[in-house]
């Protein structure tokens, strides 16, 4: 029986997961800052479920969750990199500690997750490695520039991880959702207290009090978790895949763009090696 690591629980896809994960009857380690708050989520599964305070930042609380998990079940087959949020400024607005903050959960918390759990994972030359990034890894949006730059982070990291783990027996796989009808974009949104007028119309569009997309996304976080663990029980995986309709579209346009562009400035870029020798 597969065991699942996954972090941030309390709410929305990482909840969802853990209770599809549970109901497969996997075992699973579900994490949020309060265990108490999961309560609910592992009580009818007493055989299979352990809670597990984790702040993600706290490395101690880090190494004690992965010897937990092992400890109890054996060892971390799948290990899911959820916990995070989302932060709105405009750059020029961003306030440094807020900034680092952001930072050491959705990226440095992640990477302890992952060198905490690896050395298991390379002595069984086994395992799964899920880090939950976001379409603003594709596409950084007005207001969103430091969230995006942690998911921008956390896919470079990643790209670079799974080359270095796949001689090992060892899966990466990163997971792009575009927007779900979670607490994202409600409860779990944060933003600067500073606001400059000038962003009215670009980053301050996507403030809280101006952004009324909470509780009308397309994405379901149901059918993503049970979408998940049939993928994660074959051979083969992705390295990035793409969560919901929206997510698919906004990516295609940003490619083919992005395709547009080195089309039409190629011969400036072409211009700057050596000449060919005569």
Known sequence: MKTWLITGCS?????????????????????????????????????????????VTDRAQVDAAVASTEKRFGGIDVLVN?????????????????????????????????KAA??????????????????????????????AATKFALEGMSDALRRELAPLGIRVMVVEPGPF?????????????????????????????????????????????????????GPDLPFRLLLGSEAVSMVRQEISGQLDEIDAWKD???GTDFPDSE
């Open 82 to 114: 959820n916990a995070g949020y989302g932060y709105r400024a405009a750059v020029e607005e961003g306030e440094e500690q807020a900034v680092v903050t952001l930072f050491d959960t959705n990226l440095f918390g992640p990477v302890s997750m992952i």
């Open 268 to 270: 400036v870029s072409l």
């Open 118 to 147: 690896l050395p298991a994972m390379r002595a069984r030359r086994s395992g799964t490695i899920v880090n939950v990034s976001s379409i603003a890894a594709r596409r950084a949006m007005p207001g969103s520039g430091y969230y």
């Open 181 to 233: 009808r979670t607490d994202f974009a409600g409860r779990s949104l944060t933003q600067s207290a500073t606001v400059i007028d000038d962003y009215a119309q670009t980053a301050g569009l996507r403030r809280k009090e101006n952004d009324k997309s909470d509780g009308t996304q397309k994405g379901d976080p149901r059918r993503a978790a049970e979408t998940l663990i049939q993928l994660l029980a």
């Open 11 to 55: 709410t929305g896809l990482g909840r969802s997961l853990a209770k599809a994960v549970l109901d497969a009857g996997f075992n699973a380690v579900v994490t949020a800052r309060d265990a108490r708050s999961l309560d609910d989520l592992v009580a009818p599964y007493p055989d299979t479920a352990m809670a597990v305070s984790l702040d």
